[in-house]
């Protein structure tokens, strides 16, 4: 996590994780868990001490947690299911295995534009993109108030067009438990035919494409 937006999440912007990654999930995760697929593979980037890394450890998930706070990822050194990575992921490459692949990359109160690309790469067919950070006009309230960590107008739709199908997306002002201007998404990289997380299955006549089904309902 970037220093400034590390401050503004301790000081309890979007979902209040205190210390620097802990406290209650944020609310967004939490409405898309559903969507990853059961028992799949997370990635939490920029983890920080793992409040969503525990919670999809929670639910059945493996989980690889990376941050360059290796004080924050200490604390999950007794959690089974939590595989923890200390790297720089801003000034180092990238720590992980070129073909590791999620079922679900989780991304909130960070952004560092160049990894966009690499995030996208590391979705596994059918995986789930859950981001939320902070975005302009979060100047006007508090930290983070550098442009290079607030998120333009649109931005992370522009960041999956072409290549994930946008279930979910909000571009906004949020006046609890702090006032912050926050963009957040869920998207999903699709493979043909019936989803990882479909709960249902559907008689469709032959040779006809079988819709998916994300319940935006949880």
Not at 105 to 121: A, E, G, K, S
Not at 123 to 138: D, K, M, R, S
Not at 152 to 159: C, V
Request: with cysteine; proline share 8%.
């Amino acid at each position: 996590m970037n220093d400034e937006s590390s401050d503004a999440a301790a000081s309890g912007a979007a979902s209040a994780p205190t210390p620097h990654g802990l406290g209650e999930p944020s609310r967004w995760v939490r409405r898309w868990t559903h969507l990853v697929a059961p028992g799949g593979a997370v990635l939490d980037v920029a983890s920080g001490a793992g409040r969503h890394a525990r919670w999809f450890a929670a639910h059945g998930h493996r989980v690889t947690a990376v941050d360059r706070d290796v004080a924050a990822l200490a604390t999950m050194r007794d959690e089974p299911d939590i595989a923890t990575v200390a790297a720089d992921i801003e000034n180092a490459a990238w720590p992980l295995a070129a073909d590791a692949a999620f079922a679900a990359v989780v991304v909130t109160n960070y952004l560092h534009r160049p990894l966009f690309p690499q995030l996208l790469r590391a979705l596994a067919p059918g995986g789930v993109l859950i981001y939320e950070t902070f975005a302009q006009g979060n100047e006007s309230v508090g930290k983070p108030s550098t442009p290079a960590f607030l998120l333009k107008s649109g931005e992370l739709l522009d960041a999956v067009r072409g290549q994930l199908r946008v279930i979910a997306f909000q571009d906004g002002f949020l006046a609890e438990p702090r006032p912050a201007f926050i963009q957040r998404i869920c998207a999903v990289k699709e493979t043909c035919g019936k989803q990882p997380g479909d709960a249902e299955s559907v008689a469709f006549p032959p040779g006809l494409l079988v819709p998916p089904r994300y319940d935006l309902a949880g």
